[in-house]
């Protein structure tokens, strides 16, 4: 089956592009009270790759707007270690195709050990989702660029209006990606060009955005083949801040207010010792001139416009170095073996 690129050169940026779309149909078939997360003591949520990221950004949602204790897991490690099952608790599983090997292997794991479970799954039919007690079906339709891009942002909504159970409050949303979509590509491409020739980028964040730089620094990694770390900002004067050089490149993420000064400390930390900061932020940093400023939005909001520029940005320094975006090497889309 051959999906149309319409008047895309890549999948990858025809999917990014249909993101705002994408938004409004999961907040329409949104239903109230479909699930409710409350009745459970705890949350265990199981993935890989980047359905693993939208786990480790909703921990803290659920921890902090629930009151649930939330642990996130890689399905292959989930898998072959001792799990101690907490009382009422529930498994979700997150996953676009369905079918990742660690991950089915997971929830059955979970079904054996009498655990509810809720799968996120985009493919109908899948075989995850016909493992799980419960399902909700992401609605990104076919996605073909290995790099995940709408599936993520599909996942991490559904997953917010399931904590929220309210969908007026993203109903600005579609909106809000557009107007990146539109306003923002000049700021992208100019960081794109600062970026491209790099062996090396590192990502600072903290809380939500550390988990948001998570994702950034796998969507560089796999499609531009550039070595990309995330570090929770706090982390890097046990280690990392030894690998900064001279224009080393260190992209910030800052959006969360309360620990906003603690994350411009330490931009100013590897600042000094000669970086070159880009910061992504929702509020003006004075005292750095490399940034890329966004909406400020609600907090279970405020992710969507972030993570977009960073799909943008892999996809502009992908394009740059003229690598093969829509199929990179020695990924798949789908890792249906172990
Ligand atoms: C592969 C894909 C990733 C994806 C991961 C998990 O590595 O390239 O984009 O995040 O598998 O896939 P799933 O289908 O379970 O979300």
């Known amino acids: 089956e051959i999906e149309d690129k319409g008047n895309f050169d890549y999948y990858m940026l025809k ?9 409004e149909k999961t907040i329409c078939n949104f239903t109230k009270n479909h699930f409710d997360l409350t009745r459970y003591n705890h949350v265990d ?5 980047s359905s693993y990221h939208v786990g480790l950004l909703v921990k803290y949602w659920i921890e902090q707007l629930l009151n649930i204790s939330t642990n996130v897991e890689i399905a292959s490690e989930y898998r072959y270690k001792k799990l101690i099952v907490q009382d009422n608790s529930l498994t979700i599983i997150i996953s676009q195709s369905g079918e990742t090997a660690d991950s089915l292997a997971a929830i059955k794991i979970a079904k054996i050990l009498k655990i509810p479970t809720l799968a996120i799954v985009n493919v109908i039919d899948s075989s995850i989702a016909r493992e799980a007690d419960n399902i909700i079906y992401t609605k990104a339709g ?3 660029s290995v790099a995940t891009t709408k599936a993520y942002i599909a996942q991490l909504l559904s997953m917010a209006l399931l904590i929220e159970n309210n969908k007026a409050l993203f109903e600005g949303l579609p909106k809000e990606l557009s107007h990146i979509i539109d306003n923002k590509m000049e700021d992208i491409t100019q960081f794109a060009y600062q970026l491209y020739q790099s062996e090396h980028i590192y990502f600072l964040g903290r809380g939500v955005d550390y988990a948001i730089a998570m994702e950034g620094a796998l969507k560089i990694k ?11 900002a706090g982390e890097i004067k046990h280690g990392t801040i030894a690998l900064i050089e001279k224009n080393t490149p260190v992209i910030a993420i800052v959006t969360d207010n309360n620990i906003r000064e603690k994350t411009i400390s330490n931009m100013k930390e590897v600042s000094s010792r000669g970086a070159n900061v880009l910061a992504i932020t929702n509020e003006d940093i004075l005292d750095f001139n490399n940034k890329i400023i966004v909406n400020k939005l609600p907090m279970i ?3 969507f416009n972030i993570i977009l520029i960073l799909q943008l940005l892999a996809f502009q320094i992908a394009k740059l170095k003229g690598c093969s975006i829509d199929k990179p090497k020695n990924l798949a889309k789908s890792v249906t073996v172990e």
């Open 45 to 49: 949520i199981v993935a890989c790759g």
């Open 301 to 303: 909001i405020q992710p």
């Open 142 to 144: 076919k996605e073909v």
């Open 15 to 23: 999917e990014i592009y249909e993101e705002p779309t994408i938004i």
């Open 222 to 232: 796999e499609i531009s083949y550039i070595h990309c770390e995330a570090y929770a």
